[in-house]
């Protein structure tokens, strides 16, 4: 388990009266908890900007959210985010801030990196692409015929596809229809040439979104896409090549108009990017204006983080609910579950803040980790996810918690048939996941004796509701934000750097030599006895001799 030297410099008091707390509660259900309390359905919420969030169902008293408390104290939790949103080196590994927070920041606010004020170049920036993305809104921007630049194909993977794709998707319902923007991160080939197929090059511009500029999976699908855009318009094709890049001068040598490039800085991580120039296509299919609502929800959630007290602060509750689960009650996984068709992203965009931020075994002083660290995150939408997984959820073995997300006004609702039904759904089985049935409730319903054990609901399911009024671009700003913020809050607490991902290097390297003996004859392989064996008889199939 996590520290319990007594220290309050680790938390050590902090994380041992959380495990006495656990002991002492054992055996006390949902179903106690709620028939105790009559007020803590409305008692155990919080408010946070436009989404109530609903942590009444989770395995958590008036004590527990105390201690909670004293554990972000003693392990200084809102003096972290406080660093980390004044631009100080908060990524220890790599040596830089993680100010993803200054990119939604007000025009005129002042956040300092080693004394220089960040935020005109942010302003710049986003100036220039709401210029870019009002005239091609506008028929003005055109390529090298002349003809307007009608779609948009963004290469990018990670945190460079998830978060623009996501965002692009949920907010479909506002986007212009004369714009078509699309995405490709996978490096197989079969997924950029099906998005390439019924373009036409002289329409299309591509934006190529690599921090560094040399992420293998992107610039093999830039190469790709810059060949198809040159065996139809010729050489010259700098008016239909944009990149979002922290590598200006590389994006140059590739052929892309300075005016067409668009800066990353090198402190905002990946995974954190969505409201940085990768979001171009989404602003251009949405508009500047609704691109930068979203990006006003964004800073609603990070004042809130930043100023209100631990237990009335969402994300920090949820941050911390994830460190109670996973390190004092043994929970391995937590489930998304958007109950909105436009959200079907936002699960494996949340897989990768969560997964790659917290999936670490070393504290960011290059120690062992005490304990376990962040979950294993996954998920659909509902009600697509009752039908596919949530028989687990209701009588697996293990207990795992879910979010349930819902909106009270729909997007769409064709001949008011569905929204209230889909609500339904989402409010019923928050209830069903909490208090089951029993066998004698099971029995009394009419349930045949030998379906009994079959038809009993054990509950005592953990969720959390967060509830908005609609899908709109500020209300998904806030659902970002509050996502990014529970797992840097997990981060801190558990010690270890949510904003590096060293964890993805060792196959990339690796496969850049395995990708030139697949191509040429390697001679004697020098990997272990799996490894050239699949090397083999993979050149065997290609054709190649063995």
């Not at 155990?44 to 989404?51: F, K, P, R, S, Y």
């Not at 996978?186 to 997924?191: K, Q, R």
Request: charged share 20%; proline share 6%.
């Amino acid at each position: 388990m996590f520290p319990v030297t007594g220290s309050d410099t680790n938390g050590g008091n902090a994380w041992a009266a959380l495990e006495r707390h656990r002991d002492e509660r054992a055996g006390t259900s949902l179903r106690d908890l709620f028939d105790a309390d009559a007020d803590r359905g409305e008692r155990l919420a919080v408010t946070v900007g436009d989404l109530w969030v609903d942590y009444s169902k989770q395995p958590v008293t008036d004590e527990t959210i105390s201690l909670l408390a004293d554990l972000a104290v003693q392990l200084d939790l809102p003096g972290f985010v406080d660093r980390m949103m004044a631009g100080e080196r908060v990524n220890t590994t790599e040596d830089r801030p993680a100010l993803h927070t200054a990119l939604r920041s007000p025009a005129g606010t002042r956040v300092l990196v080693d004394g220089t004020d960040v935020m005109p170049r942010v302003t710049e920036t986003l100036d220039r692409m709401a210029e870019v993305a009002d005239s091609l809104r506008s028929g003005q921007l055109t390529g090298v015929t002349g003809r307007p630049i009608t779609s948009i194909v963004s290469l990018g993977i990670g945190g460079s596809h998830l978060g623009p794709a996501m965002a692009t998707s949920a907010l479909t319902h506002l986007a212009d229809p004369t714009i078509d923007v699309r995405f490709a991160s996978n490096l197989d080939g079969a997924e950029i040439s099906t998005v390439l197929a019924d373009l036409d090059p002289a329409t299309t511009l591509v934006l190529i979104c690599s921090k560094t500029f040399t992420t293998m999976e992107t610039m093999v699908a830039a190469e790709t896409a810059r060949a198809w855009l040159v065996d139809d318009l010729g050489s010259d094709v700098s008016a239909h090549l944009a990149a979002a890049t922290a590598a200006t001068d590389l994006a140059e040598k590739f052929g892309i108009s300075p005016d067409l490039t668009f800066a990353l800085p090198d402190w905002v991580g990946g995974r954190f990017s969505l409201p940085s120039a990768v979001g171009l296509g989404l602003m251009a299919a949405i508009g500047p204006d609704a691109f930068r609502e979203m990006l006003a929800g964004m800073h609603l959630v990070d004042d809130h983080l930043a100023s209100a007290p631990v237990h009335s602060n969402g994300p920090m509750l949820l941050g911390l609910f994830d460190v109670w689960h996973r390190t004092i009650l043994g929970t391995s996984s937590l489930a998304v579950v958007p109950y909105s068709s436009q959200l079907d992203g936002f699960a494996p965009w949340f897989q990768q803040v969560s997964m790659e931020s917290l999936g670490k075994r070393v504290t960011a002083g290059g120690g062992p980790v005490a304990g376990p660290t962040g979950p294993v995150v996954w998920g659909s939408t509902g009600t697509d996810g009752q039908h596919a997984f949530f028989q687990m959820l209701h009588q697996g073995t293990e207990p795992i918690p879910v979010d349930l997300i819902g909106f009270a006004r729909p997007t769409a609702d064709p001949y008011m048939a569905h929204h209230g039904r889909l609500m339904a759904n989402l409010f019923a089985q928050a209830e069903a996941l909490a208090f089951g049935m029993s066998a004698e409730e099971a029995a009394a319903a009419g349930t045949p004796s030998r379906l009994v054990a079959h038809r009993t609901f054990p509950g005592n399911r953990p969720s959390t509701t967060i509830l908005a009024p609609e899908l709109t671009p500020s209300v998904l700003g806030q659902l970002v934000a509050l996502y990014e913020h529970r797992t840097v809050v997990a981060g801190a607490a558990w010690g270890i750097n949510p904003f590096d991902q060293w964890g993805v290097e060792l196959g990339k390297t690796l496969a850049v030599r395995i990708a030139d003996e697949l191509a040429d004859d390697p001679g004697d392989l020098a990997h272990d006895s799996s490894t050239n064996s699949l090397i083999s008889r993979y050149r065997q199939l290609r054709g190649h001799s063995a």
